[in-house]
Nanobody, 121 residues
Framework: QVQLVESGGGLVQPGGSLRLSCAAS????????MSWYRQAPGRQRELVAT???????NYVNSVKGRFTVSRDNAKNTMALQMNSLLPEDTAAYYC???????????????WGQGTQVTVSS
């Protein structure tokens, strides 16, 4: 079993910055795509950023130029640097990994429990 734990959320003023981190534990042979999602109250969960195993990022248009996703394959961690935060960035942020636990080519999806980001003055 694989567990993902996010950290780094909090309350920040508009224009401020936060850095989210996601750490994984458990049986992990390989991780392909890592992603950040977010969900605001009353809204569907949306994909914010994705990073491939070889480090290629992709972002939803609303965060391009403000957010940067990164990963450390040796530590199975992922980070999201969020700058120039806006009130509409307020949401619970979730990390998501696609994992092969054993090296047998069976891939599974795992979610973290979420960390709250609130952007407000």
């Amino acid at each position: 079993q694989v567990q993902l734990v996010e950290s780094g959320g909090g309350l920040v003023q508009p224009g401020g910055s936060l850095r989210l981190s996601c750490a994984a534990s458990g049986s992990i042979f390989s991780i392909s795509t890592m992603s950040w999602y977010r969900q605001a109250p009353g809204r569907q969960r949306e994909l914010v950023a994705t990073i491939t195993k070889d480090g290629r990022p992709n972002y939803v248009n609303s965060v391009k130029g403000r957010f940067t996703v990164s990963r450390d394959n040796a530590k199975n961690t992922m980070a999201l640097q969020m700058n120039s935060l806006l009130p509409e960035d307020t949401a619970a942020y979730y990390c998501y990994y696609i994992v092969d636990p054993t090296g047998r080519g069976n891939w599974y999806q795992y979610w973290g429990q979420g960390t709250q980001v609130t952007v407000s003055s």
